[in-house]
């Protein structure tokens, strides 16, 4: 009894998890390696800390932190610009979601999203502030959870030489979770320059294992992805995710 107990624990923290704005402390640390930047063919390795922080608002709402702060390392992504290590600009998004799924099943939530400089390089960020509205709906039946996440960031202020950000983020997504906590997911996380006219689209393939370490769990990711569409200075191709989340159940 006991052991099913755990395995069904153990599939509904999964299922969690492939809820963005879940009531679940979970801190991600995801990797991603892409290549075909510009032509030197440089590449990236990006390491995304992604906390996401749920607070009680009172019986009716909560308001979900999500932080997406990259640390990159990065070679001749822009012809023969050498080596760069450091973090890159951070992604913080708030959305306000009633603590209860509607009628229909449907999770929503809405909120503000804000770009902060936090590059330590100028090849590694785009020095804006920036703000713009983020949303999210997706919906939980059985063992299947789809939906989407969007955001729209415009650039307020910030180095007046550097290229202004008005940019659209759209994260259909869709996942299968099993009664033994593998988590089986394809998404696209494709972002769309108004300022260039380009689009980025990597669609990416992912299979995940929630399991415990002395009684803390962890989900274990790997993956590849492939980028339909980029710019012309890339990346291209094929790329590949390894993650690791930390998961703090209430």
Not at 198 to 213: R, Y
Not at 220 to 246: H, I
């Amino acid at each position: 009894m006991s052991c099913v107990h755990a395995q069904e624990s153990a599939e509904e923290l999964a299922k969690k998890l492939s809820n963005p704005i879940a009531s679940l402390i979970s801190v991600p640390f995801q990797g991603n390696y892409d290549g075909g930047y510009g032509p030197d063919d440089g590449s990236k390795y990006t390491i995304n800390v992604q906390p996401v922080i749920p607070f009680t608002l009172n019986e009716d709402w909560n308001i979900i932190s999500r932080t997406i702060v990259p640390i990159v390392w990065q070679n001749d992504i822009a012809g023969p610009s050498g080596d760069q290590f450091g973090l890159g600009d951070t992604t913080q998004s708030l959305f306000f979601s009633p603590k209860k799924p509607t009628a229909s099943g449907i999770v929503w939530g809405v909120g503000p999203v804000f770009l902060l400089p936090t590059a330590t390089d100028d090849l590694l960020g785009g020095e804006k502030w920036g703000a713009g509205p983020t949303a999210v709906v997706l919906k939980q039946s059985g063992h299947w959870t789809y939906g989407a996440l969007a955001n729209h960031i415009w650039s307020f202020a910030g180095d007046e030489d550097r290229q202004d950000v008005n940019s659209t983020f759209l994260q259909p997504f869709i996942s299968y979770t099993t009664p033994k906590a593998w988590t089986f997911a394809l998404n696209t996380e494709s972002t769309y320059n108004w300022e260039t006219e380009d689009w980025s689209v990597p669609i990416n393939f992912t299979v995940s294992k929630l399991v415990k370490v002395n009684k803390q769990p962890i989900q274990l990711t790997a993956g590849v992805r492939y980028w339909a569409e980029s710019p012309a200075n890339g990346p291209d191709g094929f790329g590949a995710r390894l993650a690791v989340t930390f998961l703090f159940p209430k």
